[in-house]
């Protein structure tokens, strides 16, 4: 398929949000048992909260081979040659307004919007990432709210 390599830049950029979205519920949690309303309470051996921290451990571990895949990933399609790689690049990876793209490659903002719209013409999946641009950016801005004020304890 042709920029399959977007198809799994989004697929790993998803993960990895789900996975600080996860770490970060995760340190909130781990918080309430050390020194929070759950401090008091007896926990039992095999129960989740018991194995917070090597869960919290593992989180870690995967958003650091995913980012490690992602930035890879990026530098094989940096090596990629042609215009329609790089206007798919800097508008879906970059977030490049395409005005911006055209300046960049030194095209006329006519031609690349036509590109642009050929090329989704031919991505179907397109439509459905970019429908979920504001979930993620949803996400993100929890996920900054709660690393910056750790004295919050509740995803609520």
């Known amino acids: 398929m042709r920029f399959q390599w977007l198809k799994d830049y ?3 950029e998803e993960q990895i ?9 995760s340190n909130l949690e781990l918080a309430r048992w050390k020194g929070g309303d759950l401090s008091d309470v007896r926990l039992e051996k095999n ?3 018991s194995s917070l921290e090597e869960k919290i451990d593992k989180i870690h571990n995967e958003i650091e081979l995913l980012e490690k ?9 940096d090596s990629f ?5 790089q206007i798919v690049k800097m508008k879906y990876v970059d977030d490049i307004p395409l005005e911006d793209v055209a ?3 030194g095209y006329s903002i006519s031609y690349v919007r036509k590109r642009h ?3 989704k013409k031919t991505l179907s999946f397109l439509d459905e990432y970019e429908e979920r641009r504001l979930d993620r950016e949803k996400k993100i801005g929890e ?5 910056t004020d750790r004295d919050q304890l509740s995803l609520f």
């Open 10 to 12: 989004q697929e790993l």
């Open 17 to 25: 949000l789900y996975l600080r979205w996860n770490l970060n519920k």
């Open 47 to 49: 129960s989740r909260a």
């Open 69 to 77: 895949e992602e930035i890879e990933l990026l530098h094989l399609v």
């Open 81 to 85: 040659k042609g215009v329609d790689n």
């Open 103 to 105: 300046e960049k490659i």
């Open 117 to 119: 719209t050929e090329i």
């Open 143 to 147: 996920i900054d709210y709660y690393n």
